[in-house]
């Protein structure tokens, strides 16, 4: 009833609105009926083109960088940690996961400062001259990817550990007595036995990135420019800055679409 109620009518709303002129500042009921009219637009529309761009990117580099620290991390914790002290590092790292993600973006804006502890760190390993990471059109998207996948990397790591903790000692025996190294038995015992955490994890990771609006709105409002727009901070300003509720709704519509077809092909 929740799922009805909550997800599907609201859903089914949408789809209609989006075949309308719908300017929700007018009041309920005052739309026209158009059609796909606001679909045939959208592909002359060069901001929601630039935030299609700007998220298929977010997500080829967010959810494989992401997926490849957590299991190399989760497996180094499980084979160098005592169980207590893996805890320990397992709970530190998944920190951010549960912050509040205003306040984390606060405190990486900060640190992406003129005089901030990153860009210092970026001049000490040798970039003489870094530039403003949040104000560049071309750095911005990638200071934002950064944040993604430090925030999300603990709920990984936890993921993974807890696969880890699950696979079949005997395997790692055998392995032993065959001489196999330490690489060797990560690449041919760990990561195939993770195949679908790793399955789990980037599909629920890739809607996570295509539904990214929090760190873009208050570490960049989705500039300089277009550099930083996404799909769902477009549907947010479309909506509720322009009042273009039926363009928004179209543009969720193909959102929506994206994740069903990437979902599908997975499995």
């Known amino acids: 009833l929740a799922m009805i109620c909550f997800s599907l009518i609201p859903m089914l709303i949408s789809l209609y609105i ?6 929700f500042a007018k009041g309920l009921g005052n739309w026209n009926f158009v059609g796909l009219d606001n679909f045939k637009g959208l592909w002359a529309d060069e901001w929601f083109i630039a935030s299609l761009k700007n998220t298929i990117v977010y997500t080829i580099v967010t ?18 940690c005592r169980t207590r002290l893996a805890n320990v590092v397992r709970i530190a790292m998944y920190m951010p996961n549960i912050c509040n ?9 900060m640190m992406f400062s003129t005089y901030g502890p990153f860009t210092q760190l970026m001049r000490a390993l040798g970039w003489s001259d870094p530039p403003r990471f949040l104000a560049s059109y071309e750095w911005a998207l990638p200071a934002v990817m950064l944040v993604s996948i430090w925030s999300s990397l603990g709920y990984r790591i936890f993921i993974y ?13 055998a392995a032993d007595i065959d001489g196999a190294s330490g690489f060797q ?6 990561v195939p ?13 890739i809607i996570s990135s295509f539904k990214v ?3 873009v709105n208050v570490m960049t409002g989705g500039g300089p420019g277009s550099s930083t727009y996404t799909l769902v901070y477009y549907v947010y300003k479309t909506a ?19 994740l069903l077809v990437i979902t599908l092909i997975q499995w």
């Open 18 to 23: 989006s075949l309308t002129d719908w300017n």
């Open 63 to 80: 959810v494989p960088v992401g997926l490849l620290l957590a299991i190399v991390l989760a497996a180094m914790i499980d084979r160098f």
């Open 101 to 109: 993600i205003v306040a984390t973006s606060a405190i990486w804006i």
């Open 161 to 173: 550990s807890a696969a880890i903790q699950g696979l079949p000692h005997d395997l790692y025996e």
């Open 185 to 190: 038995k990560f690449r041919s015992i760990t």
């Open 193 to 205: 036995l993770l195949a679908p955490t790793t399955f789990f994890l980037s599909i629920t990771g």
């Open 213 to 215: 609006f929090g760190t």
């Open 240 to 258: 509720f800055t322009y009042y273009r509720m039926g363009y928004a709704s179209a543009v969720a519509v193909i959102l929506f679409a994206i």
